[in-house]
């Protein structure tokens, strides 16, 4: 059966890269789809190029709305949406030809509550997508699918590149006023699902670009993935005490992120407190970190410099970044 699938964009200050990103999914090869784009009060001229995409395919539907963030965005689109399939597409990336495709084999083969597809990290705006489908494919359950995502081996947490049930987002919408919406029900959306399957052709292209919202000046705001990563991940334990070890390391993770935008930042001593604050929670779980097998020997480097000093600490993660950009 090839049954309407909606593809739900999400659109801000992106005027740069939207041709690309909207000619990306309206060339693909599966081609029952609705294509939502929702500006989100974007000051550039994203509404009039999204207009110009609706007048030129008719599977386009436009939203124009005052700018509330990611969240709202897509939760408005959810509503409204008339495939009972959706995939979520971020404005500054883009998908190969068979993106959905792909997705909606894997979910129609192997019975699937929630598919997922392999990424690429771009950096090169120019980067071109490939068109290949998945040589391995892994069926979770839900536990194995929570430990997995927990330590970012397949699975990832952000709300692109995965194929849902429209019936399942509408009973977790992301919550508004976060910018770490993704992460916020990322883990509870799996504590609702068994069958997670993801398969491993990187058919989504992740742009990062140095004005994202990941490379903000730091603010306050930021701060909030420290307080989401604690208070989404304890459900996990709750359920899974034996996973406690997973979400300590990611923990971690997160709490790293949130230092190194803090002391890579112009003011980072206005945030002392902060900084205090993410330093005693690495401390406090550095013989789990220092212990474990994880395949990711990062952490262990980057929490064994923060102990010597903070400035060794960021240089050592300006090297680590440096060497993935050239990767």
């Known amino acids: 059966m090839n049954e309407l699938i909606t593809i739900i964009i999400p659109i801000y200050k992106v005027e740069q890269y939207l041709r690309r990103c909207v000619d990306s999914v309206i060339a693909q090869s599966y081609k029952n789809l609705e294509i939502i784009l929702v500006d989100d009060g974007s000051p550039d001229n994203c509404g009039k190029i999204c207009e110009e995409y609706k007048a030129k395919d008719a599977r386009i539907v436009v939203i124009h709305k005052q700018n509330g963030g990611q969240a709202g965005a897509r939760n408005d689109a959810v509503k409204i949406a008339e495939g009972r399939l959706i995939t979520f597409v971020d404005s500054d990336d883009y ?39 998945s040589s391995s494919v892994i069926k979770f359950d839900q536990k194995n699918a929570i430990k997995d995502m927990l330590l970012s081996e397949h699975l990832n947490d952000g709300a692109w590149g ?20 993704d992460l916020a029900v990322a883990y509870d959306m799996l504590l609702d699902l068994n069958v997670i399957v993801y398969g491993d052709a990187p058919l989504y292209f992740y742009f990062q670009r140095a ?21 989404s ?10 996973l406690r070890d997973q979400v300590l390391l990611r923990r971690a993770f997160s709490y790293f992120a949130v230092l190194y935008r803090i002391l ?34 990062a952490l262990k480097i980057k929490l064994s410099s923060l102990m010597i000093s903070e400035r060794l600490y960021l240089l050592l993660q300006k090297v680590i970044n440096s060497v993935k950009r050239g990767r």
Not at 233 to 242: A, F, G, L, S, W
Not at 289 to 294: A, E
């Open 211 to 231: 004005d994202s919202t990941m490379n903000d000046t730091f603010s306050l705001k930021q701060f909030d993935e420290y307080n989401i990563v604690n208070t």
């Open 95 to 133: 998908i190969a030809l068979n993106y959905v495709e792909e997705l909606y084999c894997l979910y129609t083969t192997y019975n699937a509550d929630l598919v997922q597809i392999s990424y690429e990290v771009v950096y090169n705006a120019n980067y071109a997508a490939s068109k290949t489908v």
């Open 162 to 181: 995965k194929l849902y049930k429209q019936d399942f987002l509408l009973r977790h919408p992301y919550p508004v006023g976060k910018i770490y919406e």
């Open 264 to 297: 890579s930042s112009n003011d980072s001593e206005t945030y002392r407190e902060q900084i205090n604050q993410i330093k005693k929670s690495l401390f406090e779980i550095k013989k789990t970190v220092l212990s474990s097998n994880n395949k990711d020997k």
């Open 233 to 242: 991940t304890q459900k996990v334990i709750d359920r899974y005490p034996e």
